[in-house]
């Protein structure tokens, strides 16, 4: 039986040359690289630029990784171009490519930053309870290929970001939000998420994941606490590459919901037991006792199925929301601009600082993924607490 092949490097900082051999490492691990890209292609670059944050951050991934396969791309004798639709664009997207350490290493490798808002779009048809159509960046129809480069972190609303959440990125500007708020649940944003990587499955070469330095705890943003993994992985399954580390992350993988329509829709490798692993000893990588998100428990609490009743009668009484840290907010009005249900509202002169309307919001936690002021605290119902513990003291 043919196994997916999964490899794995130690790397314990971003210095050119060790990200380099780490990196090169890790795809030639998985077949020559003159057989993986081929000359003369278009090769789309897809890395995880969230928003404005520096690579010391450890949440966006880091410009010397993306340099690596840039330099890789172009000795294959290829075009490699990068490209992403960040959230949180008041600034524009300069400033994030700018903030990143993008815009330097582009110009220091003549390399293209695409902005997905400014290569047009495309509608395509999806297979989801919800959603019928969605948009994605033409970058995709233009290239010949793709590479995906996610950053290692934690997650509020999945549990877990890497490999196929980096493709959520390829929807470009306000979209992101409208599908959050047409897929609110964990279970129905899984399967969004399935079928976009079916879209890109067919060009893509391999997942390349950053997991140098990362994030645990209530990522995937500046809430979540930087952790150094300590490993550079790569293959060509990607639907494998994150079933390795959900389980190193300590996830349940029967009926995990970001493997499940996954699995059901056939487009990778789910069993352990079919990865052959090449690389470095799983020994020298740092998956002990990692934090998982306060909503850990509450995400595979029950079956999709009933997910919906839940939300509509239970959820009234056992519920993660987001609430709005008065004492460290800014003002700066990010959350009211990217709520994907419009449930936040500042009125000047009335309220001191935005206020989110709990009955409304749908708990998607895009405003604390995009706040860099760490002002969106997550706060639990009553019954909530009884087994949804809280891991932000510890």
């Known amino acids: 039986m043919f196994k997916t092949v999964i490899s794995a490097y130690y790397c314990n900082n971003y210095d050119r040359d060790s990200i380099f051999n780490a990196v090169n490492n890790a795809i030639k691990s998985l077949d020559s690289i003159s057989e993986i890209i081929k000359p003369n292609k278009t090769i789309l670059i897809k890395p995880n630029l969230l928003s404005a944050y520096s690579p010391e951050q450890a949440i966006t991934t880091h410009p010397e990784v ?3 396969i840039v330099r890789i791309v172009k000795l294959a004798g290829s075009k490699p171009v990068v490209g992403d639709s960040p959230g ?3 600034n524009g997207i300069e400033h994030i490519w700018e903030k990143t350490g993008m815009l330097r290493m582009a110009k220091e490798e003549n390399v293209e930053l695409l902005n997905f808002e400014k290569c047009g779009s495309i509608e395509v048809s999806v297979q989801h309870p919800t959603i019928k159509q969605i948009c ?9 290929a793709i590479i995906n480069i996610p950053k290692l972190k934690t997650h509020t609303l999945m549990g877990f970001s890497c490999g196929v959440k980096n493709f959520y990125g390829t929807i470009p500007g306000t979209g992101k939000m409208e599908y959050h708020k047409l897929a609110p649940s964990p279970y129905d944003f899984s399967y969004l998420l399935s079928e976009i990587y079916r879209m890109v499955k067919e060009k893509l070469l391999f997942t390349l994941v950053d997991g140098v330095e990362g994030l645990e705890g209530n990522g995937p943003s500046i809430s979540g606490k930087k952790r150094s993994y300590n490993i550079i992985a790569a293959s060509k399954d990607t639907v494998a590459l994150d079933t390795f580390f959900l389980s190193k992350f300590g996830f349940e993988l029967k009926n995990n919901i970001l493997i499940k329509p996954l699995q059901e829709k056939n487009l990778g490798n789910v069993n352990l037991k079919n990865i052959t692993y090449v690389g470095d000893d799983l020994s020298k990588f740092n998956f002990e ?3 998982l998100p306060v909503t850990k ?5 029950l079956p999709r199925k ?12 056992v519920w993660i929301a987001p609430i709005i840290n008065d004492d460290k907010c800014v003002n700066c009005l990010q959350c009211v601009k990217h709520c994907p249900a419009n449930t936040i509202h500042f009125v000047e002169g009335v309220t001191v600082h935005p206020v989110i309307k709990r009955n409304k919001c749908i708990s998607c936690f895009c405003c604390h993924e995009l706040c860099h002021n760490k002002a969106i605290d997550i706060k639990r119902s009553f019954f909530a607490k009884f087994f949804i513990k809280s891991n932000e003291k510890e």
């Not at 994605?136 to 010949?144: F, N, P």
């Not at 009933?306 to 939300?311: L, P, V």
């Open 66 to 68: 993306v340099r690596a």
């Open 88 to 90: 949180n664009l008041l």
């Open 136 to 144: 994605v960046t033409k970058a995709l129809i233009d290239c010949d």
């Open 289 to 291: 006792n990692i934090k």
């Open 297 to 301: 428990r509450l995400i595979n609490f």
């Open 306 to 317: 009933i997910s919906r009743f839940i939300a509509k009668y239970i959820g009234k009484l």
